[in-house]
């Protein structure tokens, strides 16, 4: 197919059709003239959208086997076998477009991203350089955060146009599950809460909930069964010193104390999750001292006071990734016993890995992303999977404003220090 017009939208439908029709060399020449990033003004589909999609009206040569699961494999993505030489057309203009370009979590009119289309056909090779893709884009982004900050930084206007321009995952803001921007894109229109916020509002508390004065979910009982996971792993054996940030429903610490701890410190901020703990009692339990206040004031205190452990749970509401990665970036070295742990080889560091949990896509590059952060910190991780119930069914929504979490997986990190 030939680029024959100059007429702008024409180009565009042209790249979108020479993409969807997997035409390697008519993608290459338009893009001599139009930017892989285009978006259809009717359905919001991109030429990644539409290479992708092309797969929805071709039938896999091979059905997926009844032994699939319907959610998809292990890694979520359905399991069908496509032509060879379809997928590695396909596949190279995937990455043709990246290399222009072409931005990886861009929501459809259907909210979906490239992503979320090539998951949904089961093509897995596709969905991982889509993946791949969403972990340069961010990486480049944050980099861009960091130089822009040693630069002095820059006005909102100009950062916004960053955002646009890299795709940021969540448009720019990186922000755990329970924050309600998290794994929001473009389209959605939820309002955010900020940390200065949330620590000012009001906050309700019931038999599985708490909730902000907005119907935020702060913590909810459905993930019990993280926090019991997340607490045998890290404080496996009675009598280590934890550190836990966040107390939230007291889930976690009340799982800590069960395990007969030598020292059990948590840090909280908000004054009225600090009076639900004097009501509780928290203040006389064994071993416990409660640091009332923003860990960032508190750590760089237990660190000059050379207060060790040998497990620390890090569960925050309503601060981003950076805040995440500056805590064990700058201070789980400082807290974390290198001798400490139950067997003497070093303690344990987790933290709730909510980030771009409504959607597969984004959890899976967040994951990425953490994974070399934490590495770049200093730790080794280990994930371990825990399945989550259709949360849906259950009612656990209900009454809470956004749906903080859509996975059927839950990714639980334990981080350790290299060597
Ligand atoms: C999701 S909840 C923790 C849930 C907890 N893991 C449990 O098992 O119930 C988050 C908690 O972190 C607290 N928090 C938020 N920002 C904080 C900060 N900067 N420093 C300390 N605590 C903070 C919130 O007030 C809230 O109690």
Request: aromatic fraction near 8%; glycine fraction near 10%; charged fraction near 25%.
């Amino acid at each position: 197919m030939e680029a024959t017009s100059s007429d702008p939208s024409l180009l565009v439908q042209s790249l979108i059709l020479a993409a969807s029709t997997h035409d390697l060399p008519a993608v290459r020449s338009l893009l001599l003239t139009v930017p892989a990033k285009v978006r259809d003004p009717e359905t919001g589909i991109t030429p990644l959208h539409a290479c992708i999609a092309s797969f929805e009206s071709s039938t896999p040569a091979t059905p997926s086997t009844p032994s699939n699961p319907p959610n998809g494999t292990s890694d979520g993505v359905n399991s069908h076998t496509y032509r060879k030489e379809e997928l590695e057309d396909a596949a190279e203009i995937v990455r043709l477009l990246f290399r222009n370009g072409a931005i990886w979590n861009e929501l459809d009119g259907k909210g979906e991203t490239p992503g979320c289309v090539a998951r949904r056909l089961g093509l897995e090779e596709i969905y991982g350089m889509v993946v791949e893709a969403g972990v340069r884009a961010e990486l480049l982004f944050s980099r861009l955060g960091e130089y822009q900050v040693l630069a002095g930084g820059e006005s909102e206007e100009e950062e916004e146009d960053d955002d646009e321009e890299y795709g940021g995952i969540n448009g720019g803001v990186e922000e755990d599950a329970r924050s309600p921007q998290d794994g929001q894109l473009a389209t959605d229109n939820t309002a955010d809460v900020n940390s200065a916020d949330y620590l000012r509002s009001g906050l309700t508390f019931t038999e599985d909930k708490l909730l902000d004065d907005e119907s935020n979910g702060v913590m909810m009982a459905w993930e019990k069964d993280i926090m019991q996971r997340t607490a045998e792993l890290i404080l496996p054996a009675p009598n280590l010193r934890v550190l836990n940030v966040g107390h939230g429903m007291g889930i976690i610490d009340t799982i800590f104390q069960e395990k007969n701890p030598a020292s059990h410190h948590i840090i909280e901020a908000h004054p009225s999750v600090l009076d639900q703990m004097r009501r509780e009692n928290w203040h006389d339990k064994p071993g416990v001292v409660i640091h009332e206040g923003r860990w960032q004031d508190v750590v760089p205190i237990l660190v000059d006071s050379n207060t060790m452990f040998d497990a620390i749970y890090f569960d925050t509401f309503a601060e981003d990734y950076t805040a995440l990665k500056d805590f064990f970036s700058e201070y789980v070295i400082g807290l974390l016993d290198p001798a400490g742990g139950s067997d003497g080889n070093g303690g344990v560091f987790a933290f709730f890995n909510g980030l771009g949990a409504d959607r597969q896509v984004c959890y899976d590059v967040y994951g990425k992303i953490s994974e070399m952060d934490l590495f770049q910190a200093g730790f080794d991780t280990e994930w371990e999977t825990i399945d989550i119930p259709d949360l849906d069914r259950t009612g656990e929504w209900d009454g809470v404003r956004r749906r903080y979490w859509t996975l059927s997986k839950y990714k639980l990190p334990t981080c350790r220090f290299i060597g």
